[in-house]
């Protein structure tokens, strides 16, 4: 019988500080986890709040890894039982991953990775059905506002959405309407929205190209109070990332996200200089901020070749029975939440990968 997530989790628990993660949510994590195969790539959600503990957890499918078969694997007794631990509901967005099972889907070039997002908002209740973030391959398709916006429709589509016509005639004006110099990385769909309400994530170099993308598409908070209240931190991003949620009448939302990323060589520093300026604002607990300076960096296991969700027998040979794997632990960005009339929260994003140490 092969390892659980939670196995692996258990390979990260002494990097994981009760300051980021306290035991009732690094517990229910491990529930989680218990359900679910061991992939490679996840996160740890972290609200950096004095008063806030919250933590969810994300973990990635890589379909070049054949780790969606692995899942799917799982999900169909999940489905067929009605649990909804593993997933919400029997039906919904069932047919995205049957598809994606097949060698001929004809989305396979365009998808990358699907999340599965955990929202726990209370770690002593049950574990959560998750929803989902499908994070597009960057090709030249992408860039051609017309065939992007064709590829989220067709997702929407499979995802099970009942759209009516009309609905997916304004869906379709909004994202043509986005310059190809804004790229689509994701498409969400968070379980707790209703309606046909969609998340976009969307890669935006500059801050000034962020606002000037709100005011375009009639973003309904104050683009003066954002401005003011994140003055002194836009100087240090390398590049950003703006979250948004459609309504079901694919409208902005007012509730925004803006994540700060910091490129790979300068992380470090840049990582301090930002969380500093979080925790002078009362916006970063102090000891959270020092546990997360700590959380960048490379470890080395042994493991069976049979623990992974993925066979790496093809690299290592059929005789191979325990094979070497570095796990990365990364945190390259913060996360800003900006809703009108109330306070910003800042979240960190506690990532971790495996690769194979050839």
Not at 93 to 114: A, C, G, I, N, T
Not at 170 to 193: A, D, E, M, N, W
Not at 290 to 297: A, D, R, S
Not at 308 to 332: E, P
């Amino acid at each position: 019988m092969k390892a659980s997530l939670s196995s692996y989790i258990d390979l990260l628990e002494p990097w994981i500080s009760p300051s980021l993660i306290s035991s009732p949510y690094l517990s229910r994590i491990k529930k989680i986890g218990a359900e679910l195969p061991v992939l490679s790539l996840g996160c740890f959600e972290c609200w950096l709040g004095e008063d806030e503990p919250r933590v969810d957890f994300n973990i990635a499918m890589n379909g070049r890894l054949n780790e969606h078969r692995a899942f799917y694997e799982r999900l169909i007794p999940s489905t067929e039982s009605g649990k909804t631990g593993l997933y919400s509901g029997p039906n919904l967005h069932f047919s995205f991953f049957r598809s994606w099972q097949e060698k001929d889907f004809y989305l396979l070039p365009m998808v990358r990775l699907v999340w599965l997002v955990y929202d726990i908002t209370d770690p002593w209740l049950p574990a959560p059905a998750p929803w989902l973030y499908v994070h597009f391959m960057q090709t030249p398709l992408n860039k051609n506002s017309v065939v992007r916006a064709e590829i989220i429709l067709q997702i929407h589509l499979l995802w099970g959405e009942n759209v009516m016509p009309h609905e997916s005639a304004y869906l379709r004006i909004f994202l043509t309407s986005i310059i190809p110099s804004v790229q689509i990385l994701s498409l969400g769909k968070p379980t707790s929205r209703q309606g046909h309400g969609i998340r976009l994530y969307l890669k935006i170099k500059t801050f000034d190209e962020v606002t000037k993308f709100l005011i375009s598409k009639q973003w309904p908070g104050n683009v003066k109070d954002l401005r003011e209240q994140l003055y002194n931190l836009n100087t240090l991003a390398n590049f950003f990332c703006l979250i948004i949620d459609l309504g079901s009448d694919f409208t902005i939302q007012p509730k925004i996200g803006i994540e700060y990323w910091f490129e790979e060589n300068l992380v470090q520093d840049k990582l301090g200089n930002f969380s500093q300026r979080l925790m002078d604002r009362g916006l970063c607990d102090g000891l959270k901020r020092e546990e997360l300076l700590k959380w960048n960096g490379v470890f080395k296991v042994d493991t069976k070749t049979e623990f992974w969700s993925w066979s790496d027998l093809s690299i290592f040979g059929k005789n191979s029975k325990k094979i070497s794997v570095l796990i990365r632990r990364m945190a390259h960005y913060i996360k800003i939440i900006y809703e009108p009339d109330k306070k910003l929260v800042a979240k960190a994003y506690l990532y971790y990968d495996r690769s194979v140490n050839s």
